[in-house]
């Protein structure tokens, strides 16, 4: 049997009953590709935390329909209110108190009192969302330490024989995470900067946006750890020229003369084609044979934040030596 499967109607009822049973199945979103299960079943959880490979409960996003089912999972404050129905649907995460009576499984929060909720906008994963009426816990569906998937067969070379199925829903339109709000206080905090501009929420709130980054403290968000997206090559970044040996990941126009293989993100300078393009360009650069990728400097500006954010990370990892 095929693991990947068209996301068509019959396949998402299919997948909604693997999903009942406390199966795993990885579905598109607008953001990345997302390893989904029952968010109400500790042991489907626990499915998803053994099929990545992760060493570490990490709390995962909780994806729903919509914002009332929202509500009804988690507390939402004036402000988180007025976030959610700003961007939602779409790839922008809020973290909320968890209301006290909610079918939430303990695991998926990592025992947190707080939980991560997001509305996706892609048309598959709103439909599997309708059809199995479950809330679900979706990371995104790679091994662990690998970078996201943004296209179906991403997500078979890492998860293949552990996924019931995965429907294919094309490559994601955005192709970075979601941006990661704490909203449970007075003002929001920035966890993690993703497919939502600063900007944009910046411009909405008419404020500036504090980030958790720049706080004193552990991080709050476990995404935040320096090497969590790392390709195994390693990443030089601000390269202006490539070095012998080294693979290039390039963006814009001129680019420095290079040996294969080289992707350009975007030969335009678009910074919207490039985050789409990212973590394609690198798992094909991230080769046998390819020590460093030499990354051409990225403006930090509207989705730059968030690619260059990945993109550090990726350079910090230190278990690649
Ligand atoms: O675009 C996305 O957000 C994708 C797609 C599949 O929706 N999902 C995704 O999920 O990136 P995941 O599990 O890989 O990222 C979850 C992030 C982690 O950094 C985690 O620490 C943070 O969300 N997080 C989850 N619950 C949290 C909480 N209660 N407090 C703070 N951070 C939390
Ligand atoms: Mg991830």
């Given at each position: 049997?095929m693991?990947?499967?068209?996301?068509?109607?019959?396949?998402?009822?299919?997948?909604?009953?693997?999903?009942?049973?406390?199966?795993?199945?990885?579905?598109?979103?607008?953001?990345?590709?997302?390893?989904?299960?029952?968010?109400?079943?500790?042991?489907?959880?626990?499915?998803?935390?053994?099929?990545?490979?992760?060493?570490?409960?990490?709390?995962?996003?909780?994806?729903?329909?919509?914002?009332?089912?929202?509500?009804?999972?988690?507390?939402?404050t004036?402000l988180?209110?007025?976030?959610?129905?700003?961007?939602?649907?779409?790839?922008?995460?809020?973290?909320?108190?968890?209301?006290?009576?909610?079918?939430?499984?303990?695991?998926?929060?990592?025992?947190?009192?707080?939980?991560?909720?997001?509305?996706?906008?892609?048309?598959?994963?709103?439909?599997?969302?309708?059809?199995?009426?479950?809330?679900?816990?979706?990371?995104?569906?790679n091994?662990?330490?690998?970078?996201?998937?943004?296209?179906?067969?991403?997500?078979?070379?890492?998860?293949?024989?552990?996924?019931?199925?995965?429907?294919?829903?094309?490559?994601?339109?955005?192709?970075?995470?979601?941006?990661i709000?704490?909203?449970?206080?007075?003002?929001?905090?920035?966890?993690?900067?993703?497919?939502?501009?600063?900007?944009?929420?910046?411009?909405?709130?008419?404020?500036?946006l504090?980030?958790?980054?720049?706080?004193?403290?552990?991080?709050?968000?476990?995404?935040?750890?320096?090497?969590?997206?790392?390709?195994?090559?390693?990443?030089?970044?601000?390269?202006?020229?490539?070095?012998?040996?080294?693979?290039?990941?390039?963006?814009?126009?001129?680019?420095?003369?290079?040996?294969?293989?080289?992707?350009?993100?975007?030969?335009?300078?678009?910074?919207v084609?490039?985050?789409?393009?990212?973590?394609?360009?690198?798992?094909?650069?991230?080769?046998?044979?390819?020590?460093t990728?030499?990354?051409?400097?990225?403006?930090?500006?509207?989705?730059?934040?968030?690619?260059?954010?990945?993109?550090?990370?990726?350079?910090?990892?230190?278990?690649?030596?």
């Amino acid at each position: 049997m095929m693991t990947v499967v068209p996301a068509n109607p019959e396949m998402i009822e299919a997948a909604a009953r693997h999903l009942a049973l406390g199966r795993l199945v990885a579905f598109p979103t607008e953001t990345v590709y997302g390893l989904g299960a029952d968010a109400t079943s500790g042991r489907a959880v626990a499915g998803i935390f053994e099929a990545k490979g992760r060493s570490r409960f990490n709390p995962l996003i909780v994806h729903v329909a919509d914002v009332e089912e929202a509500r009804g999972l988690a507390l939402f404050t004036p402000l988180a209110l007025r976030l959610a129905k700003a961007f939602w649907p779409g790839p922008l995460t809020l973290v909320v108190q968890r209301r006290v009576d909610d079918p939430l499984a303990d695991l998926v929060t990592a025992g947190l009192g707080t939980v991560a909720l997001r509305v996706p906008a892609h048309p598959v994963a709103r439909a599997l969302l309708a059809a199995s009426g479950l809330p679900l816990a979706a990371p995104s569906a790679n091994r662990s330490g690998h970078v996201s998937p943004t296209r179906a067969e991403h997500v078979a070379a890492d998860l293949g024989s552990r996924v019931a199925l995965i429907l294919d829903g094309g490559p994601a339109a955005l192709g970075l995470e979601s941006t990661i709000l704490d909203a449970t206080g007075v003002r929001p905090v920035l966890l993690r900067s993703g497919a939502v501009t600063t900007e944009s929420i910046e411009a909405m709130l008419g404020a500036g946006l504090a980030r958790a980054a720049a706080m004193a403290g552990a991080p709050r968000s476990p995404g935040q750890l320096a090497s969590h997206y790392a390709p195994r090559a390693r990443l030089r970044l601000e390269a202006r020229e490539v070095r012998p040996g080294e693979a290039l990941l390039a963006f814009g126009t001129p680019v420095p003369p290079a040996a294969e293989p080289a992707i350009n993100l975007s030969a335009r300078g678009d910074l919207v084609e490039a985050a789409a393009n990212l973590f394609a360009a690198l798992r094909a650069l991230d080769q046998p044979g390819v020590e460093t990728i030499a990354v051409m400097p990225i403006p930090g500006t509207g989705l730059g934040e968030a690619i260059n954010d990945r993109l550090r990370r990726g350079a910090a990892r230190e278990d690649h030596l």
